[in-house]
């Protein structure tokens, strides 16, 4: 197979035996060699004249930097800056096997560092606005992608364009790591050390900062909303694997020049990364933005089922005859986008669907892709694809249209039938505009850099470890090992043993754990290695990327995860080991409840076998503390490490052993950065409690936690009582509930500083919550914690956790507003929505709520099939449906806020897995519809069916008095939209009666299924579900002789063979007595795939 670069003319002569291209990964030695030293010679020597004449032509002898188009003068894009830099250093990279190479490999290597070192240059002058980003992630504090092209200033505003796009700064990121370790000094000073530890936190949190994405403009719709994007988030995850542990001054850096990453991060963005593959966004079902996110140059996953199921979604939905289509309505340069208006009209995209314009560019990124993964027939079938596409400036130089669009006369008969009308090239890379030019016409550089880079490696003149000299297209584990003492992505592809050190806070508590065979050190028996929490690591991690120059503040203060707290550090000297945030003592109560913290043990040890990428083993450290002694359940903790102590947890291998012993297989991390810190470090280490007496024997002589019991009052009138009355009944009243509510009253009349007994409230409040907590009084601890305003520790990844599987969350009240979690929030965020959505109207759900919350995140991460068929997440009926459950199978059940926090988690799961116990528990029919009527939960495909039924019914479906219209929803929304589907469920939802909600999912899926068996009918008048069920309730105490009420539960509790036949009936009657038509309508576009009907 040959290369296709075009030659001109005058110097064809100077060209004879142009290699064959090669596709086969060669071994290395045999590749290097080169046979025909002339012949490469001349082939550099041409693609060096097309770099010349196409890229280093344009760049700014200033900044460095380059246009997105190459007549504009003005504008310097960062994105396409990059690109260029990484074919000119590509060109670099072939050239520096030739011996002589007159000067060239120098050039073109300065060249890419120039730009690299002016877009750095550019960003370093906006460095205030990474600290506040650090804080806050929007687009007001963004770096900024367009610069002026001399000055390097700033040339957009934030209110004029979109410049947050996280995935150029990681793909800046990225191609600093190659270049530095190709050998090319780009960074010069401890400064920019400084500077590019801060971009490192600038893409950490890409998992939950919606972006513009890479076509800049947000969701598919243009209406200014930001998204998050999968690419973004899957660049963003390559960047800081790439960049971990790297040295940014290259062989000749110090240990204060290396980069420094946070694996949970990076785990957060991968786990997030692959579980929205092959979407790109809740908007965008496909996008082409993916293709350079799997493959080159991110290579984001190695998992070869999401990778083939990504690529093969992007050729089959949007691969053209002139290339790809960026995502499905996407009008961006069609001929009917309005030139004056920078957002789209709502539903305006309708009009771009299938004359979406055509983009040549993904041809590049295929053939690339072909090389890579060793494709030759791939790489065959672009070239050609290619070829057909691109135009000869008047150098005679091979120029590639930025994209094709379909004229204005052809805009039908496209729309109508795809694919069948020609197309015509930008103005943009279409090479000579006439015969007499002697300028060549404006060119699309990101198009010339990638097909630089594609001829060189199908060419055979450039290797793909030259190209990606750290080996991204390689899993980690097939990685070459990295020089140096600091954690790598490098993780070996074998069953991983996690190690375990058990720590006694008191050699009394040692001695009694030694009379069960369960081994454990005290802090003393492990120094000199200190023992610390996961917050003074956060302590240390602040002095990292400190700047005062740059007035950069270093690490912002998130927590440290499980990952994070499996390795042992080296810091100013000290070795530290942490122990997890699941044992540090937080505000929050969950830590209270052992059996919940035997089962988050389980789960951080699976958690940590799983997703553990470094070299070196992960080592985390469980704490044992006294007051777990005196807890009820502490037996089940002692069966934990009695298991543990078998070597296995849950099919995760575990060691458990002596510290000394484990340090040398462990994962360390050495913060040499510390040393350069001039101001003192104090870190609180974990303290051993000292007795007189050494020891309890055995669990018997442990004296325990008392259990408690009162009678439960409501204290809510005392309201509008007068203050000397509400103080009278604090002095004389012991119950902690009533406290608790007199305290409450208060706060909210007088303040939390109002002073009884001589503590103010808070203080009075915080007490009660201590002396509760203790009594493990559940009640009480969590209307305490709520009025002392406490939020879960965070919550914010699993929130994120949640929205990326296409779901949405709500919290608040039955019957009152609810406040609906549609992108990621802050803490503070979530915490404000908390206290004024729930709080004003139940004090106790405030934080159960935050507790429900806290589970599904963590539930839909390790289950997602528990929330299968659920869209939005309602906390509060979530709350409503274990109350149901509590009713039909708990013998005199407790207020469900009494009940401990891994209760709620077990009965949380049980609600959720109805249909797995159904049968087993003889749950009723009725039972099982409240459950599912309250979880909202709807049959697979349901949405499309409403779709199919919505094209049949001209005027619109119409549910409880709310509307669901044909038009415009069909015109402005897709059948696989999540907005349509949330729109639907916000219908389900006005629905009170759970039961009477799963009804009508079962009423709507009946009519669609009599629709497909018959596609020549149409509603003719507005399909009314409440007439349906009540004409199905009718016929139903007919045929039993039941007298008509307006309580239809005796209909709900029938089975679901007959409920299904009575409201078969009911549409059936409804069709023949005038509420439908005939229709020859061609609805072969509207059936997509569907599962075989299961109404019988």
Request: charged content about 25%; aromatic content about 10%; some cysteine.
């Amino acid at each position: 197979m040959t290369s296709f670069v075009t030659i001109p003319t005058k110097r064809a002569s100077q060209i004879r035996n142009v290699r064959q291209g090669s596709i086969i990964d060669l071994d290395i030695d045999m590749f290097l060699k080169i046979s025909n030293y002339e012949d490469t010679v001349r082939q550099l020597d041409i693609y060096y004249g097309i770099v010349k004449r196409q890229l280093l032509r344009y760049q700014s002898c200033i900044t460095g930097l380059f246009p997105q188009v190459s007549n504009d003068k003005v504008v310097g894009s960062v994105r396409e800056s990059i690109y260029c830099a990484a074919a000119v250093w590509s060109l670099y990279q072939a050239y520096r096997r030739i011996d002589d190479d007159r000067g060239k490999s120098y050039e073109l290597g300065q060249s890419a560092v120039k730009c690299m070192r002016g877009i750095l240059e550019c960003w370093v002058k906006q460095s205030p606005r990474i600290e506040l980003f650090k804080r806050n992630q929007c687009n007001r504090f963004a770096l900024h992608c367009k610069f002026h092209l001399d000055t390097g200033d700033e040339i957009f505003k934030d209110a004029d364009y979109n410049h947050l796009q996280i995935d150029i700064v990681s793909l800046y990121l990225i191609f600093l790591v190659q270049m530095i370790s190709s050998g090319l000094q780009i960074i010069y000073t401890q400064d920019e050390v400084a500077f590019i530890q801060n971009l490192v936190y600038y893409v950490e949190r890409a998992y939950r900062t919606p972006d513009y994405g890479m076509w800049e403009r947000g969701s598919r719709y243009n209406d200014g909303t930001p998204e998050i994007h999968a690419s973004s988030i899957g660049i963003a995850k390559s960047a800081l694997e790439a960049i971990n542990g790297c040295n940014l001054f290259g062989e000749k850096g110090a240990s204060w020049s290396v980069i420094y990453v946070d694996i949970d991060a990076h785990n957060r963005n991968r786990s997030i990364f692959e579980t929205m593959l092959p979407r790109e966004s809740s908007s965008k079902s496909v996008d082409t933005a993916l293709l350079p996110t799997i493959s080159f140059p991110a290579f984001a996953t190695h998992e070869e089922v999401l990778y083939n199921e990504t690529k093969a979604n992007i050729i089959r939905r949007l691969k053209g005859n002139y290339g790809f289509k960026r995502f499905g309505r996407d009008g961006y340069k069609t001929v009917i986008e309005s030139k004056d208006r920078r957002y789209y009209k709502s539903g305006e995209i309708k009009e771009f669907d299938n004359i979406e314009c055509e983009w040549p560019l993904f041809y590049i990124f295929m053939i690339i892709d072909g090389v890579f993964k060793t494709l030759p027939e791939q790489v065959e079938e672009y070239q050609k694809l290619l070829k057909e596409r691109m135009y000869k400036d008047i150098n005679g130089d091979p120029v590639i249209p930025m994209y094709y669009y379909v004229p204005e006369d052809r805009l039908e008969l496209e729309r109508n039938d795809p694919g069948s009308t020609y197309r015509v090239p930008s103005a943009e890379g279409r090479g000579q505009k006439s015969s007499t030019d002697t300028e060549p016409g404006p060119m699309y550089l990101w198009n010339q850099a990638m097909f630089i880079i594609a001829q060189l490696l199908t060419a055979g003149l450039l290797h793909i470890n030259e190209l990606d000299p750290i080996r991204r297209y390689l899993p980690s584990y097939n990685r070459p090992r990295k020089a140096g003492r600091y954690s790598a992505f490098q993780g070996t592809h074998t069953d991983l043993v996690v190690q375990i050190v058990l720590i006694a806070e008191s050699m009394r508590l040692q001695a009694m754990m030694a009379t069960y065979g369960i081994q454990t050190q005290t802090p003393h028996e492990v120094e000199p290695v200190q023992i610390l929490s996961s917050t003074q690591l956060v302590k240390v991690y602040e002095k990292l990327g400190v700047n005062n120059k740059l007035n950069l503040q270093g690490r912002p203060a998130r927590p440290i995860g499980s990952l994070g707290t499996s390795k042992v550090y080296r810091v100013c000297g000290m070795t530290v080991l942490c122990y997890p945030l699941i044992f540090e003592v937080s505000d929050f109560y969950l830590y209270r409840d052992m059996a919940l913290l035997i089962d988050d043990i389980k789960t951080e040890l699976q958690f940590v076998g799983k997703y553990w990428r470094l070299s070196g083993r992960p080592t985390i450290c469980l704490l044992i503390r006294e007051e777990h002694m005196r807890d009820p359940q502490f037996k089940e903790m002692l069966d934990l490490f009695a298991m543990l102590k078998k070597g296995y947890c849950n099919k995760t291998k575990v060691r458990i052993g002596r510290l000394q012993n484990l340090i040398s297989s462990s994962c360390i991390e050495h913060l040499d950065f510390i040393n350069t810190v001039e101001t003192d470090l104090e870190l609180t280490q974990f303290k051993q409690l000292k007795h007189d007496y050494i020891g309890y024997q055995s669990l018997t002589d442990v004296p325990k936690a008392l259990t408690y019991s009162e009678n439960i009052k409501d204290y809510s009138y005392y309201m509008n009582e007068p203050l000397y009355n509400i103080l009278n009944e604090i002095r004389n009243n012991k119950s902690l509930y009533t406290l608790c509510q007199l305290y409450g009253i208060l706060l909210k009349r007088e303040g939390i500083n109002y002073e009884i007994n001589g503590m103010t409230v808070g203080d009075q409040l915080r007490s009660l919550y201590q002396q509760a907590g203790c009594l493990r009084y559940w009640m009480v601890v969590r209307y305490c914690s709520s009025l002392l305003n406490h939020t879960v520790d965070s919550i914010s990844p699993f929130i994120t956790g949640v929205l990326v599987k296409g779901k949405q969350i709500t919290v608040g009240v039955i019957g009152q507003e609810e406040t609906v979690f549609d992108k990621p929030m802050t803490p503070v965020e979530i915490q404000s929505v908390m206290y004024s959505t729930i709080q004003p109207h139940n004090v106790v759900q405030a934080v159960l709520q935050q507790e429900v919350l806290l589970y599904c995140g963590r539930l839909i991460g390790t289950n997602p099939e528990m929330f299968k068929g659920i869209l939005k997440i309602r906390i509060g009926w979530v709350l409503e449906a274990i109350k149901l459950y509590l009713q039909m199978f708990v013998k005199n059940p407790k207020p469900i806020e009494n009940y401990s926090p891994f209760e709620i988690r077990q009965f949380l799961i049980k609600v959720l897995t109805v249909k797995d116990w159904a049968n087993n528990e003889k749950i009723t029919v009725l039972g099982r519809r409240k459950i599912e009527g309250c979880l909202c939960r709807v049959p697979a495909h349901f949405y499309n069916h409403v779709w199919e039924v919505l094209m049949r019914c001209p005027d619109g479906i119409c549910v409880n008095g709310r509307e669901l219209p044909q038009q415009p929803t069909l015109s402005n929304m897709t059948r696989s939209e999540l907005t349509f589907a949330l729109f639907v469920e916000s219908l389900l939802h006005h629905i009170q009666l759970p039961e009477y909600r799963q009804i009508i999912v079962e009423l709507l899926t009946i009519v669609s299924t009599i629709l497909l068996r018959n596609p020549e009918l149409s509603f003719q008048k507005q399909l009314n579900l409440n007439k349906l069920v009540e004409d199905s309730f009718l016929m139903y105490c007919k045929d039993n002789n039941v007298e008509k009420t307006v309580d239809q539960s005796l209909f709900f509790s029938a089975h679901y063979s007959i409920t299904t036949g009575y409201l078969a009936r009911a549409v059936v009657n409804n069709m023949l007595t005038g509420g439908c038509f005939a229709t020859i309508n061609d609805i072969n576009d509207a059936i997509e795939t569907r599962e075989t009907c299961k109404i019988t």
